[in-house]
C-alpha cells in the first residue's frame, strides 16, 4: 500500500520480519527427487508455507547435505522431516492414518489445481481426513504408478506453454500456494 502522499515502500531486511504462527496441515511427499537443489528449495518453501512435514522417501536427496543445506538456507533445521525407503509402503501407512494422498502430476484423469472442482473435492477429502499430503513428482520419471494408484486425487498445474512441466521445486511451490490458499481459508486464519 503506497498512497500518493506517502514515503515509497521500503525494502524489510531479515532481521526485520515476524515469523508467522500459522501453520499448514499440508504435508509433502517427496520420492526419488535426488538433486539437493530441488530438495533445498522444497525444504525454503515448506517453511515459508509452514507446511506440516516432509517426508523424503526413496533416492530423495536428505540432510545432511552441504548443497541442500546451502539452498535451503538453513530451513532443515527448522522444518519437520522424516526419511523413509519405501515410498508406497509410507503410502500405505499415512492412508491408514486418515491422511489424504493427492498426487501433482499431469494425467488422463488430472484436475486442474485452481479449479473449483478440486477446490469441492479437496472439501470433501477433508471432511474425514486428518490432512493432506501432497506428492509431485521426481525430475526424471514424475509420481510413480504405484502411488497414482494410492492416491484419491490427482491435480495439474495447467501448462500455457510448450512444454509440459516445470521444475519440480517450482511446481511444488505453486501448489503449496494454492492448497494453503484453500486450506488456511477453511481453518479461518
Same mark, same amino acid.
Request: aromatic share 4%; net charge negative.
Given at each position: 500500500?503506497? #498512497?500518493?502522499?506517502?514515503?515509497?515502500?521500503?525494502?524489510?531486511?531479515?532481521?526485520?520480519?515476524?515469523?508467522?504462527?500459522?501453520?499448514?496441515?499440508?504435508r509433502l511427499l517427496l520420492?526419488d527427487i535426488s538433486d539437493?537443489?530441488?530438495?533445498? %528449495?522444497?525444504?525454503?518453501?515448506?517453511?515459508?508455507?509452514?507446511?506440516?512435514?516432509?517426508?523424503? &522417501?526413496?533416492?530423495?536427496?536428505?540432510?545432511?547435505?552441504?548443497?541442500?543445506?546451502?539452498?535451503?538456507?538453513?530451513?532443515?533445521r527448522h522444518v519437520h522431516?522424516?526419511?523413509?525407503?519405501?515410498?508406497?509402503?509410507?503410502?500405505?501407512?499415512?492412508?491408514?492414518?486418515?491422511?489424504?494422498?493427492?498426487?501433482?502430476?499431469?494425467?488422463?484423469? %488430472?484436475?486442474?489445481?485452481? %479449479?473449483?472442482?478440486?477446490?469441492?473435492?479437496?472439501?470433501?477429502?477433508?471432511?474425514?481426513?486428518?490432512?493432506? &499430503?501432497?506428492?509431485?513428482? %521426481?525430475?526424471?520419471?514424475?509420481?510413480?504408478?504405484?502411488?497414482?494408484?494410492?492416491?484419491?486425487?490427482?491435480?495439474?498445474? #495447467?501448462?500455457?506453454?510448450?512444454?509440459?512441466?516445470?521444475?519440480?521445486?517450482?511446481?511444488?511451490?505453486?501448489? &503449496?500456494?494454492?492448497?494453503?490458499?484453500?486450506?488456511?481459508?477453511?481453518?479461518?486464519?
Open positions: 500500500h503506497n #498512497p500518493s502522499n506517502s514515503m515509497p515502500p521500503r525494502q524489510l531486511q531479515h532481521d526485520e520480519h515476524n515469523p508467522g504462527t500459522r501453520r499448514s496441515p499440508l520420492d539437493p537443489l530441488n530438495v533445498g %528449495s522444497i525444504f525454503r518453501i515448506a517453511d515459508a508455507m509452514g507446511l506440516d512435514r516432509l517426508y523424503l &522417501c526413496g533416492d530423495t536427496a536428505c540432510p545432511p547435505n552441504k548443497t541442500l543445506h546451502r539452498t535451503a538456507r538453513s530451513t532443515e522431516f522424516e526419511y523413509h525407503q519405501d515410498a508406497a509402503a509410507l503410502a500405505d501407512r499415512l492412508k491408514d492414518d486418515s491422511v489424504m494422498l493427492i498426487t501433482l502430476e499431469i494425467t488422463d484423469t %488430472s484436475i486442474d489445481i485452481g %479449479s473449483e472442482e478440486f477446490a469441492s473435492l479437496l472439501e470433501k477429502g477433508l471432511a474425514t481426513s486428518l490432512a493432506p &499430503c501432497l506428492i509431485p513428482g %521426481s525430475e526424471r520419471t514424475g509420481v510413480s504408478q504405484s502411488l497414482l494408484d494410492k492416491a484419491e486425487l490427482c491435480v495439474h498445474i #495447467p501448462m500455457l506453454g510448450r512444454n509440459s512441466s516445470m521444475n519440480v521445486a517450482t511446481a511444488t511451490a505453486i501448489a &503449496c500456494f494454492e492448497f494453503n490458499r484453500l486450506l488456511l481459508k477453511r481453518l479461518n486464519c
